[in-house]
């Protein structure tokens, strides 16, 4: 260890010091996109329409997974202004899914549909802690610490996005954007059919906190897209793409981040 370096750790050895550390790191680390991706207002999200407007041909299919209240899909309303697309949103409580309904104004271009996207069809318990949240998992989280208690169940009902598709006879899916707290790799898991025929051009997904209580990590993701040869790229606030070129450890960051997956081309 250097001189200088021997010094900085000296000078970083107290309680002060060390909290201006981690600040200083979380703001550095949401430039980077690293916990930015709780809004979608600010999130850099809007990125995805601009590389699917450049990069693709019209009719555009958009699947909204985990739609909750219509957050995301009032993002695609207003990126795809004047574009030929159709969206199928996805929300599989009987509550929220009714604010989902309530929020937006009937337009023969959405489908709105009660029920949430996994590996297999079936029914299973959805976890909240309130009406509406958009905490929701199918995984019973551990969140006392922030003061939150997922006291509350639903019985929802399950599809697979290969079944979904088949039944609904969509051959392509142009961007597939993934919002399960946690399940994010169930549901690609039921979207193995379409991505093994190239029929999935895009992946926004969402990884952080969830990922704890599911047990799911980033190396999954890495490994999982690269075996459909996609690209996976890091959303900043900005609306910069920064691609991932290799995992890293330093990649397993807990705080709710934004990617997106791209098909090589």
Not at 15 to 42: P, T
Not at 144 to 161: K, N, P, S
Not at 249 to 257: A, G, N, S
Request: aromatic share 12%.
């Amino acid at each position: 260890m250097s001189l200088f370096r021997k010094g900085l750790v000296k000078l970083a050895g107290n309680h002060f010091i060390q909290n201006l550390l981690e600040k200083a790191f979380a703001d550095m680390q949401y430039q980077m996109g690293i916990g930015s991706g709780d809004a979608v207002s600010c999130s850099g999200e809007e990125v995805a329409f601009s590389i699917l407007k450049r990069r693709f041909q019209p009719p555009f299919c958009i699947f909204d997974v985990g739609a909750n209240q219509g957050q995301f899909l009032k993002l695609i309303l207003s990126q795809m202004t004047g574009k030929d697309f159709s969206v199928h949103c996805f929300e599989p409580s009987k509550e929220t899914f009714g604010l989902l309904e309530k929020s937006i104004q009937a337009d023969r271009r959405i489908k709105l549909n009660n029920l949430g996207i996994g590996k297999e069809k079936g029914s299973v318990l959805l976890h909240f802690d309130k009406a509406g949240s958009g905490l929701a998992s199918l995984t019973k989280r551990r969140l006392d610490h922030l003061g939150i208690h997922f006291h509350e169940t639903e019985t929802v009902t399950i599809d697979t996005i290969d079944n979904y598709c088949a039944e609904n006879a969509i051959r392509h899916i142009h961007l597939l954007k993934l919002d399960i707290e946690g399940h994010e790799l169930d549901a690609l898991a039921g979207a193995r059919n379409m991505l093994e025929k190239k029929s999935i051009d895009m992946v926004a997904f969402e990884f952080g906190g969830c990922n704890i209580d599911t047990r799911t990590y980033f190396q999954d993701f890495w490994y999982y897209f690269v075996g459909f040869n996609m690209n996976i790229f890091r959303i900043t606030p900005s609306g910069y793409i920064f691609p991932i070129e290799s995992y890293k450890e330093i990649y397993e960051q807990f705080r709710t981040t934004n990617y997106i997956a791209i098909k090589k081309t």
